[in-house]
């Protein structure tokens, strides 16, 4: 298997864009995207969309989905980490959150990060077969994070998916898709309803309610408002019951219909 522009669950993926083009993924692993050239625009479901210049790095969590539009004409490469466990394991915090932060956190490329980089496009020019490789590769990375740079560095890099539970955290987030309320979610993660609300506040800091409400909120608006699928499969992919209980949650949620959000971005088009 050679590099190659595939869906985000391949470990190792170049991406190149033109200016004004998008790029969207949801994926079940955790991956880093490194930006070579440009500058990108990006939509995190569930955080604030920011925008990073080139020879930066940003890490994408389990479960997000991410949107990403080019602001110039502009490349990365993602690098998916199939072993979260070594992840967890080699950038463990000393002191972890126990509330997600809003925000995409990134680094700037050092020398070693550089070089690192200068690597991966020899042998995607090479077209080198990297089976085994792309797996080295991932853990290098991870490696180059904990070597290069500092403690504080990679708190703040980390601090959209840190908290003191990194498995539960890991669990509740892939999970959250395919569930419509907190009773379901703690069934699924085999706790009781009263043990998982317990739990669930003390890794995240937050009612379990608070939290899967929001989420959902985020991720409802960001899919009106960035995607275009139909309301009707928003709707269906949310887990709502009917389109009318679709409609009372975005006007008593997010404060207007959801062909009022979506208007919004039209408008913003035509401007």
């Not at 602001?71 to 950038?91: P, Q």
């Not at 809003?102 to 680094?107: D, E, H, T």
Request: net charge positive.
């Amino acid at each position: 298997m050679n590099f190659e522009n595939r869906d985000i669950d391949t470990n190792i993926m170049f991406v190149d864009l033109e200016r004004g083009k998008q790029w969207s993924s949801k994926q079940e692993n955790c991956c880093f995207i490194l930006i070579i050239t440009g500058k990108l625009n990006i939509y995190l479901a569930d955080i604030k969309e920011e925008v990073i210049p080139a020879n930066n790095l940003f890490f994408l969590p389990t479960g997000y989905g991410c949107l990403i539009n080019a602001l110039e004409k502009s490349s990365f490469v993602s690098i998916g980490i199939n072993d979260e466990d070594y992840l967890y394991d080699s950038c463990r915090m000393k002191e972890l959150k126990n509330a997600e932060q809003q925000g995409v956190s990134y680094l700037p490329f050092n020398n070693v990060m550089s070089g690192y980089i200068r690597s991966l496009l020899i042998y995607r020019g090479k077209n080198v077969d990297y089976n085994f490789l792309a797996d080295i590769k991932a853990k290098e990375l991870i490696c180059i994070l904990k070597a290069s740079y500092t403690e504080e560095q990679l708190n703040g890099f980390f601090s959209t998916y840190i908290t003191n539970d990194l498995y539960f955290t890991e669990q509740v987030r892939k999970l959250t898709k395919s569930v419509r309320n907190v009773r379901e979610l703690a069934d699924q993660m085999h706790y009781s309803y009263s043990g998982f609300n317990k739990k669930f506040r003390k890794v995240f800091g937050v009612s379990a309610y608070s939290w899967l409400r929001q989420r959902r909120a985020n991720t409802v608006y960001h899919e009106i408002y960035h995607t275009d699928k139909s309301l009707k499969q928003i709707s269906t992919d949310n887990k709502f019951a009917t389109l009318s209980h679709f409609n009372e949650f975005c006007h008593k949620i997010l404060g207007a219909s959801p062909r009022q959000i979506r208007s919004k971005r039209y408008r913003k088009q035509n401007t």
